[in-house]
């Protein structure tokens, strides 16, 4: 099995290319999706996050409370204590997962995260692809995605590694500063790439 690993600042589109992806039958797995699955499911990470993040962190239903651990992380800087909770439970629950992929026969599998690259390269994985664009590309899109300010836009992009600084780690990057074509053409090609390096 082929493991490739996505990165790229929020906005950069990464999201639209591995959905192009997705397409062509690669399985993939958003970091985002998997962790709040983890925080919602993982007994022993809810009590920790409960533990630091107070009782707020779950609805009266049980559901993880994504507004209020979002204002604790990002509002009050405590990304990283929340990350260090989570980081460790999700590499260890994805590295079975995937392990589960390939005795399960899956030829691509391919993990999305945005701070894939914030303690260098994983050694698990075969390939690493970087998309990125231009600053003002990212804020705009990023805004009218999620209907908010560039300023809180900003203030998340300043908490996100700089990504040019870690193109040494990628084998490709990908620039998305065309049209929504171009960047589902650039992904094809870079999958018909992996793969007949791959001989896959």
Not at 139 to 166: A, C, G, N, W, Y
Request: hydrophobic share 35%.
């Amino acid at each position: 099995m082929i493991k490739i690993g996505i990165t790229g600042g929020i906005g950069s589109g990464k999201t639209t290319f591995c959905r192009q992806w997705e397409k062509n039958g690669v399985e993939i797995v958003y970091a985002d999706d998997f962790a709040k699955k983890l925080m919602n499911e993982d007994p022993n990470l809810r009590e920790n996050i409960t533990k630091v993040f107070g009782e707020a962190s779950y609805d009266s239903d049980g559901s993880l409370n994504r507004a209020y651990l979002a204002e604790e992380a990002f509002a009050k800087n405590r990304v990283e204590e929340l990350n260090a909770l989570v980081h460790p439970v999700l590499r260890k629950k994805l590295k079975e997962y995937a392990d589960q992929k390939e005795r399960e026969g899956t030829g691509i599998f391919a993990y999305e995260a945005a701070i894939l690259l914030n303690e260098g390269r994983p050694d698990w994985l075969d390939y690493v692809v970087i998309v990125t664009a231009d600053e003002k590309q990212r804020l705009h899109r990023t805004s009218k995605r999620d209907q908010v300010s560039e300023k809180e836009i900003q203030d998340r992009m300043d908490k996100q590694p700089d990504f040019e600084e870690l193109f040494s780690l990628a084998d490709f990057v990908i620039e998305n500063s065309g049209t929504l074509q171009e960047l589902q053409e650039k992904a094809e090609e870079t999958l018909r790439t992996i793969q007949d390096i791959s001989g896959k």
